[in-house]
T-cell receptor
Framework: GENVEQHPSTLSVQEGDSAVIKCTYSDSASNYFPWYKQELGKGPQLIIDIRSNVGEKKDQRIAVTLNKTAKHFSLHITETQPEDSAVYFCAAAPGTGRRALTFGSGTRLQVQP | GAGVSQSPSNKVTEKGKDVELRCDPISGHTALYWYRQSLGQGLEFLIYFQGNSAPDKSGLPSDRFSAERTGGSVSTLTIQRTQQEDSAVYLC?????????FGSGTRLTVV
């Protein structure tokens, strides 16, 4: 089955700096790659996603890049703010078989004011 | 409703008791998923429903875990004879396509 690895597990940046979180996946048939943000005591919330026919997608301060050949994708947050502090999860959806997303182990991002 | 609703939000139970966790998905969402999140860990897949059927229940950790969905809507996750290792946050999500909407979860503590 699909295996998703996520790095780093923790990341601390100064307010205004950029943050990058990286994930790799194992199933070359995977075709959908979302990113979720989880704040304390809440469920994960979708912040951006990308499909396998696209290499990059941006939404204001957030961008995601996908390298299908290398089977890795990354989340980029620019001009970080304290409210960006949360746990971020990447995920991959299989192209066939099981429909459920496989999640990475999460990255705890702390933005220091 | 406007979002995915899970109840109870918190549940403390004694080891050996049975518990039922409920999920109310977004109206019209045909797919429903249960995940488990242990303290500080990632999301572990448990079971997936499409309508009322469960094409994939491969993530259920043991036969003490079961789930059902009725009317293509509400789902119940049942854990029998709870053990301390069952302590976790149980998250439910629903979707129409590939994008999930999660509930806030049920925090289960087995003492």
């Amino acid at each position: 089955g699909e295996n998703v690895e996520q790095h780093p597990s923790t990341l601390s940046v100064q307010e205004g700096d950029s943050a990058v979180i990286k994930c790799t996946y194992s199933d070359s048939a995977s075709n959908y790659f979302p990113w979720y943000k989880q704040e304390l005591g809440k469920g994960p919330q979708l912040i951006i996603d990308i499909r396998s026919n696209v290499g990059e997608k941006k939404d204001q301060r957030i961008a995601v890049t996908l390298n299908k050949t290398a089977k890795h994708f990354s989340l980029h947050i620019t001009e970080t703010q304290p409210e960006d502090s949360a746990v971020y999860f990447c995920a991959a959806a299989p192209g066939t078989g099981r429909r459920a997303l496989t999640f990475g182990s999460g990255t705890r991002l702390q933005v220091q004011p | 409703g406007a979002g995915v609703s899970q109840s109870p939000s918190n549940k403390v139970t004694e080891k050996g008791k049975d518990v039922e966790l409920r999920c109310d998905p977004i109206s019209g969402h045909t797919a429903l998923y249960w995940y488990r999140q242990s303290l500080g860990q990632g999301l572990e897949f448990l079971i997936y429903f499409q309508g009322n059927s469960a094409p994939d229940k491969s993530g259920l950790p043991s036969d003490r875990f079961s789930a059902e969905r009725t009317g293509g809507s509400v789902s119940t996750l049942t854990i029998q004879r709870t053990q301390q290792e069952d302590s976790a946050v149980y998250l439910c999500a629903s979707s129409l396509g590939q994008s999930y909407t999660f509930g806030s979860g049920t925090r289960l503590t087995v003492v």
